[in-house]
């Protein structure tokens, strides 16, 4: 792709790839852009105005093609491609990420876990195996891996990113509650913050209630 797309519009495509997933889903074929902006929210210029970035995909008066549009949505997104992805931490969140089935469907495998913990040894979550991490650099020898889940303790974290950058993992899928600071080192990160998301929702919860009337 020459042109640079810019992150907002990479942010939002997977909301319209999970809406045309719907619709596939519900024997829909094709879609006017306002129908899909009322739907998703968004208004039908910004549909279409994201969509220009690649190209457009739709045509005039007769809409979008929703699995045209999905599959073209889906390789944007390098969805097409298997991923595999190992999880260091195989604690509560690390193993509620091995257990869940459908990231697999977007081509997203796990392939291993890895802890410190010598009580997990030998064990599997959903038949995929903990390793300890000693095992790291010769798992990462042997198997192509394309991303790392860091479900870590976040003192930890900083430190196993640069492990990872050295062992020639690119991209990390961040959910300790650290700003990794990896300058100089080509790795890609994403953070995921779940508190930040509830956060939000605490400031719009107080923001529709009415405040306490100050005392006189
Ligand atoms: P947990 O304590 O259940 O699991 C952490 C695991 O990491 C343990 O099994 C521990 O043995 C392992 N570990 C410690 N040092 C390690 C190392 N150097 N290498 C490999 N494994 C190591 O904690 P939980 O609840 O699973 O949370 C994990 C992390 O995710 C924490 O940093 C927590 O703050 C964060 N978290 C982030 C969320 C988010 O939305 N971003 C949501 C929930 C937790």
Redesign the pocket.
């Given at each position: 792709m020459d042109k640079e797309i810019s992150q907002a519009v990479i942010r939002r495509m997977p909301r319209y790839y999970r809406y045309l997933g719907e619709l596939i889903d519900a024997g829909v074929e094709r879609i006017s852009s306002g129908d899909l902006s009322s739907r998703m929210n968004v208004t039908a210029s910004q549909i279409r105005q994201d969509l220009n970035n690649f190209g457009g995909f739709g045509q005039q008066g007769y809409g979008y093609n929703v699995k045209y549009l999905y599959d073209e949505i889906g390789k944007i997104l390098g969805l097409g491609e298997k991923h595999s992805i190992i999880i260091?931490?195989?604690?509560?969140?690390?193993?509620?990420l091995a257990n869940y089935v459908e990231f697999e469907k977007f081509g997203f495998a796990i392939t291993a876990l890895?802890?410190?913990?010598p009580a997990?040894k030998g064990r599997q979550v959903r038949g995929i195996a903990i390793h300890m991490?000693e095992e790291l650099e010769a798992f990462t020898k042997e198997h192509p891996v394309d991303i790392a889940a860091?479900?870590?303790?976040?003192s930890?974290?900083e430190?196993?990113a640069s492990q990872l950058a050295g062992l020639g993992i690119t991209a990390i899928w961040?959910?300790?509650?650290?700003d990794l600071d990896l300058a100089g080192q080509n790795v890609l990160v994403e953070?995921?913050?779940?508190?930040?998301?509830l956060m939000q929702l605490s400031y719009n919860i107080a923001k529709d209630k009415p405040r306490h009337a100050a005392p006189q």
């Open positions: 260091i931490g195989a604690g509560n969140l690390g193993q509620a890895f802890d410190i913990n997990l991490i860091l479900t870590l303790p976040k930890k974290a430190a196993m961040n959910f300790a509650h650290v953070n995921v913050h779940l508190s930040d998301s």
